[in-house]
């Protein structure tokens, strides 16, 4: 433990009287979650199974809030209170004996999280509510490897969590109206605007926006245009912020890969299928952003965004 919770939240009757949240992950989401759960008043307890990722994740988020103190959107005050909440552990039985909710955010790995769900069958308090912010594996499968899973639910946060306002909340097969309600209200208290889906395949998010990543590659692939000129015509004339191409590999093009394949495995409809330039791409570790390049190249301390050689 880092430190003690200092909190005014921690008994919330929206949680059966008990506050406390627990973040298994200390990960680019773990820490965003921890951060913005921490901000709002909760006790926050962050849980990884790496001590040193443990430490880094609590730099992250007083960096963060740093940042934010800088901008004058938080005072050094309410960012010392907001520290003071944040403790950590590096197991899931001690991380959790007080939680009113767990929300995990591990690896996006199928048998890791069902792992971690099972784990909490007798590490969770009764009636803690158990989250899941994954990208794409099915709510109702974690659910079902639990003895609750009418108290499992998705909370899918969009990275950096701090500055995006969404919170797509995906309901199980078996996720009761109480626990979507208290997950509703638990959003918006955090300042964050929660948007209410049934677990299919990609959920919305996911099975919207990766069909024009793929479709973007597509286009690459067969040449109809180039790298800039795929992103600025999304950029420029449909007002998105970032271009599909930057935003792959902003998100990683190993995670845009698994989430197709989730897609075309859960629909059985080859419309989701993964360009073949995806595929390629993936095994030649050209990832993105996380390894230096992708579609575009990531000089370390550079902020200019340069095409790839691969596609000039
Ligand atoms: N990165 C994104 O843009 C994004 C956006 C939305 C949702 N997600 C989802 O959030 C989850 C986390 O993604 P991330 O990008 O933060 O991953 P990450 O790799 O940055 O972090 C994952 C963390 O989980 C820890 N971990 C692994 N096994 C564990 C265990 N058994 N117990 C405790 N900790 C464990 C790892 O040590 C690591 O620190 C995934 O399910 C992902 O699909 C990611």
């Not at 040193?52 to 007083?62: G, H």
């Not at 003895?147 to 097969?173: A, C, D, S, T």
């Not at 990543?213 to 800039?228: D, M, T």
Request: charge should be neutral; aromatic fraction near 6%; proline fraction near 4%.
């Amino acid at each position: 433990m880092n430190n003690a919770p200092n909190n005014s939240e921690t008994k919330n009757p929206l949680l059966g009287g008990r506050g406390a949240i627990s973040v298994i992950g200390a990960g680019t989401m773990g820490n965003g979650i921890a951060h913005v759960f921490a901000q709002s008043g909760f006790a926050v307890t962050l849980i990884d199974v790496s001590a040193i990722q443990l430490e880094k994740a609590v730099a992250t988020i007083s960096k963060n809030f740093d940042r934010q103190v800088a901008k004058g959107t938080i005072t050094e005050a309410a960012k010392a209170l907001a520290m003071a909440n944040i403790s950590t552990e590096t197991t899931i039985a001690a991380g959790v004996k007080n939680a009113g909710l767990v929300i995990e955010a591990a690896t996006e790995n199928t048998e890791l999280k069902l792992n971690i769900f099972k784990q909490l069958d007798s590490a969770a308090p009764e009636g803690c509510i158990l989250a899941s912010n994954t990208s794409s594996i099915s709510i109702t499968k974690i659910a079902a490897a639990t003895k609750w899973p009418e108290r499992v639910i998705g909370m899918h946060f969009m990275n950096p969590v701090p500055v995006m306002q969404l919170v797509e909340i995906i309901n199980g097969y078996a996720t009761s109206k109480e626990v979507t309600e208290t997950i509703i209200t638990l959003s918006k208290q955090l300042g964050k605007v929660p948007c209410l889906v049934n677990d299919y395949p990609g959920f919305i998010a996911n099975r919207i926006l990766m069909p024009m990543i793929n479709e973007a590659i597509i286009s690459l692939y067969e040449g109809v245009a180039g790298v800039e000129e795929i992103d600025t015509i999304m950029k420029l004339g449909m007002a998105h912020p970032m271009g599909p191409l930057q935003l792959a590999d902003f998100i990683g093009l190993d995670v845009c890969l698994s989430i197709l394949k989730v897609l075309q495995d859960g629909f059985g409809n080859p419309k989701y299928a993964p360009c073949p330039l995806l595929v390629n791409m993936v095994m030649a570790g050209k990832l993105g952003v996380k390894s230096g390049e992708g579609f575009y190249i990531y000089a370390a301390g550079s902020k200019e965004l340069l095409v790839s050689a691969r596609f000039k």
